[in-house]
Structures are given as C-alpha cells and as structure tokens.
C-alpha cells in the first residue's frame, strides 16, 4: 500500500488513498461494537470475481455487500436505492467505464466513498481514477491483502475484533 499526500509514487502500486494518509491499523484496535457496519455495492461484470470479492469482504467484521452491480447503469440504480457508503468498482464495464460512473456518482449530494479495482497494472490508473476523483486504488491482484487497510484508512470505524478479523 503507498500513501499519497500530493502526486502519484512511481513503481508498482496495489493500493493507494487519496486526500488523507493511509496509516497503519494498530494490532489489535477495540473493535466498535456499536458502530453501524460500513456497506458496500460492489461493481464488477464479472460474477465469478464479485462473489469472490463478496465472500471476502462478509467474512470481516464491520462490512456488509449491500448489493452487486454487473454494469454502470445497475450501479447508478443501486446506489440510489441502497445508499452504500462505498463502492468498489471495476475500471471496465459492459457498458462503460468505471471513472465515468466515478464522476457521476461524485456529483451527488452525499456520495460514496468510491475505491476502484482493476486486473491492469498500475502504470496510469491510479493517476486517472485519482483524477475522476475516486478515494483509493487497489489492483485485483492484490484485493486480499491490500483492500482491507485500505478500507480502515477510509473508514476509521473499521477495526478488528480482539478475537479475529474472520467472523
């Protein structure tokens, strides 16, 4: 994961913040029972990849897949009935692209956090979706290990019950 506090860092990158540093999650933070889980629409055209995608994200304590998107159109639907606080969407989309969504959904009063995920390498598109005014990055590749502390820079709610991050 690499913090950026102005431009973008060169090399490979599987997770950036943008506009706050990424800082490290504290071993064993108290886990906030009281605080409402964050929810997330996922947004993928990929049906294998948004289960996978949601298994991992519902197995962690604070987290609850509201919905799954396989097209803009779905997610711009979804958004408005859902409300998520975040939305984890795909760069390529059957009937679009995802920094086009980005910039649609960022023009409504109270938007969503939005992360985008793509199977690309870095190289450009964390700069782009930085530029469509996205919250953070992370590379498909690197979802598993790099989503999570990237989610906890996001939302400081987020933290890890003294038992286990698995539920």
Known sequence: MVAL?????RGAVSSVCYDRPCRPV???PPF???SPPVRILL???SPTFAGIARRYLSS???IEVV?????AADALDRCHALRPDLVLTDVELPDGNGLDLIRTLKEAHNA???VVMTVHPEDGYAEVARAARADGFVSKSDLTGHLLPLLRSLFPQLSRSPASDER
């Open 5 to 9: 506090t102005g431009g973008i860092a």
């Open 26 to 28: 504290a071993a064993n």
């Open 32 to 34: 906030m029972e009281s």
């Open 43 to 45: 947004v993928d055209d």
């Open 60 to 62: 962690h304590a604070g």
């Open 67 to 71: 919905g799954v998107a396989e097209t």
């Open 112 to 114: 969503p956090r939005i």
